[in-house]
């Protein structure tokens, strides 16, 4: 029987554990087609904004998707952005946890989901991360403060 999803609201047979079936399926797929690491991230980053009680519980967690998604739309001619995001949560800063929207985003992972070749996954990855973006403008500020915070700190040296 189809029902809604409690995350991003998609009606889908099984609801919120179909479209969890979907994320992890997606997640498989990626492993055999040729997407960069950073499409990925943002793939996992926009799923979790969309379904944060499972995801975003803590504000560290909220922190790295919101983070990870900003990075992703505003910062992606920075080779190194996911790495110094990781090592400034890991550096464990002083996180408060804003209020979530109520909203979303109004586009969710059917379409990258249903996407045939990496091209497509890109594309319509792309469209998603965006519209969940767009619907997390009250945090926009926020998130772009801990990016910069987290590009702030000193380089750590390479491994």
Request: glycine share 6%.
């Amino acid at each position: 029987m189809s029902e809604p999803c409690s995350g991003c609201g998609i009606v889908v047979p099984e609801g919120t554990r179909g479209c969890r079936a979907m994320f992890d399926e997606l997640a498989v797929r990626q492993w055999y087609a040729p997407l960069a690491y950073p499409v990925r991230r943002m793939i996992v980053d926009t799923y979790a904004l969309q379904h944060p009680d499972e995801f975003c519980a803590s504000a560290k967690s909220l922190a790295a998707h919101l983070t990870g998604l900003c990075a992703a739309l505003e910062h992606a001619d920075h080779p190194g952005i996911l790495r110094v995001l990781l090592d400034w949560l890991e550096a464990g800063p002083t996180l408060v946890k804003p209020v979530l929207p109520t909203t979303r985003g109004r586009v969710t992972i059917i379409e990258t989901f249903e996407a045939s070749c990496a091209e497509q996954v890109h594309a319509t990855a792309g469209r998603w991360a965006h519209s969940v973006w767009e619907a997390h403008a009250p945090l926009q500020p926020q998130a772009r403060a801990w990016v910069a915070e987290a590009l702030a700190r000193p380089s750590r040296p390479a491994r």
